[in-house]
């Protein structure tokens, strides 16, 4: 028994000591950096698109998932090193680029994704009209490679607000819109759960056909009267 | 003398001392020489098969290829999870991952392409006969792991021969690049075409002959038929530049062409004939799917024995209150979503009567199981609601009183914080089978399973356990092939043949419709198929499942609702008192909706297979 308490002490001693060496210490340094457009930050769905990191040279070769927050910004803690920044097709509202952006990480850095939207949502305009909401904007198309598959608003509780994250959402489909030079309208009423609060935030998201993700406009508060 | 006997000794001991057989290993010589041994390899392989859901809980996609679980039958909008409360995540999955559904088993493709040369090579033994049937066989297992492969991942690198490594250090001989999405669906075409006639295995449902081949066939020309019109429907086309993904608009007309044909060959047959053997046809439905003799739909199944090899499939999800064990049940709880797709009998859709025309009051009924009258008998065979019977026991499904408050002229919701509790009149409070908001293993929508859940006695006993097969292929299935096929090629009163047939097994009588459009097509086959794994393939090939499950809340199709029976307690009104009501929510337990997006039409490949072979290529949003 003595022998066996003793052996196993031993071992726990080499276990515990053991690890202490050889672990690596986290990755401290941190890339952070926003996705625009002519200086203009994208609103998109929170955790919903995703750039992907990739580094060469290391016998596991699988991607660094890199999540967008809803203003278009993003951020990742990593260990100094060259990589490649990969925007995911088909998945954020923009036009595939089949470049991979070379980034140096040294310490804090930044870099600035410059992409091209199918459409951008101009003079957004959402304001309280009784029991509903009312939107008035327009929509400029930048590439018209891809087809406008429709237009919502969505009304939420919390600044997160997008297609996963919403109280109520009223959609147009792109055969309403006959042009789409022209302003365009929504209307959605407002939920109960929504007017007890006092307060709730809307976002108008554009959809491209054949792109899993919307376009939105930053979140705006809203003070229900 | 000592001398003697040791060069006595040493002689004996010569001649084979080292060179003996191996009692344990089997050479290549023994096994291809024995029609046993063969088909003890093609058992294997049948057990291979992966299935999506299926009845077992395997996920062994990397070592053999196998995978079957059972618990995705949660996943999707006929059902959500109300077991263990660690599976929980089922309910709120924000979003179905890319990998999800994903299969990449060429450890199976490969054992069937070293059988098939091996038998040809070693097999001298065998009749010339049996090799034709045997590899006839395994080509159709290589067949049917090839449409798994398809319709999860695309085109696929198609392999046919055994692959071997030179050792010389360029592996590049070994990378293949994806076939087309086209080219994998015409290989499955012809591989059964050319060895339907070599089968054999007549009358057999655990092995294939040549009407499981062509059931194979109709399903797979089938979905690359509505791949090759609904892709090309959609506003931006999922395709991918070399054809991995997305088939030409212009052969959906030959694909379903070839999947009718297929049908039509094993319903004209005469082999298999839709299950009627019992006059109730709620519990004859039921049978169509358990019974295992007698019945002549079945096609092609993954049969299951007592005592030899069993599944928990029962245990897992019987009904709480007849539970036979002291844990499991209610894991997979079916969705009023599903419960309200069965139409009435007289046509209508199937939306329950809860509340009155004017939305003032509830609808009193009798009996909890009067709302129920009147439906599609395959409500009552897939699922089982408040007021049924199952194994000849009442289930006991109440999730509380309505007392009614004079104060307030209202109603109050009196749930009890346990099952089988008593109301202060002395009565039944929350029923012994729930539902119940927040215990775990008691169903969280109001419904149990009744599709492949053993009746027999002690079968949801971890002891006993269940041998209800899995039903690959059966005859309603093909029925509804030929009907949807046929009405893609405009011929329609054909079309209607073959889903009147399918309707009037479910209790709606002879020619019960005399027109038909898709969403019918489609709401039948969600009926009849319901946990069967269609539900999810079928809404891919339609290029419907990112509008159906979009992931927001306020979609009902992306929510799954329940239904909670309510005992009306309201002394001195006699026309409410001790009636049952309904009430329709969200089901408590459900978080979060289902959110399918572009990305999930086709699974991603996992990275490690892509840094092996640089000659495949990404599937689209990955």
Redesign the interface.
Known sequence: MQRFILSSLIIAIIAITGCKKDNYKPPTSILQGQVSYQGQPIGLRS?GVQLELWQHGFEV???IPVYIAQDGTFSASLFDGDYKLVL????GPWINSADSMDVKVNGNTTVDVTVTPYFLIKDAAIGQSGTNVNASFTLQQVNTS??L?AVRIYLGATTVVD??N????VEKA?ADIPNIGQPIQLTVNIPSSLSSKGYLFARIGVKT????ELLYTMPQKIELK | MLLGITLLLAGACKKDWLERQSRTILLEEQAWNDPKQVVALLANFYDRLPVQTGLQDINNTGADGRIAQWRDMANFDDAMWSGQSNEDGRNNI??YGFDNWRLWNYSLIRDINLALENMMLYGTKLSDAQKTQFSAELRFLRAYDYFELVKRMGGVPLITKQLIYDYSGNASALQFPRAKESEVYDFIASEMDAIKNELGNDGSVSRANRYTAMALKSRAMLYAGSLAKYNNL?????TTPGGEVGIPAGRANEYYTKSLEASKEIINSGVYTLYRANPDPGENFYEAITAKSGNREVIFVKDFLTPQKRHWFSYDNIVRGIREDNLGSSSISPSLNLVESYEYLDGTPGALKIRTADNSDFIYYDNPQDIFANKDARLYGTIVYPGANFKGLPVGIQAGVMAWNTATNSYTVVEGSDLNTTYTDGKLLTGSSGPHRSIQEVSNTGFYLRKYIDSRARTSTRGVQSDVWWVWFRLGEIYLNAAEAAFELGQTGEALTYINAIRDRAGFGPNSLTTLTTDRIRNERRAELAFEDHRLWDLKRWRIADRVW?????NPNAMIYALYPYRVVRPGDAARNGKYVFVKMIAPRFR??R?F???NYYSSID??VL?NNPKLV?N???
Do not use: C, D, T, W
């Open positions: 955790n070769f699988s991607k995911l097709r088909g998945n891809l087809p598959e297609q996963v919403s109280v109520a959402s792109a056909a054949g792109v899993a | 924000a979003a959609m506003a931006a086309p999922i979009n992931g927001n809340v306020s979060s909706p959110f997006q572009l990305g990275q490690q840094n990404k689209p949003f990955h």
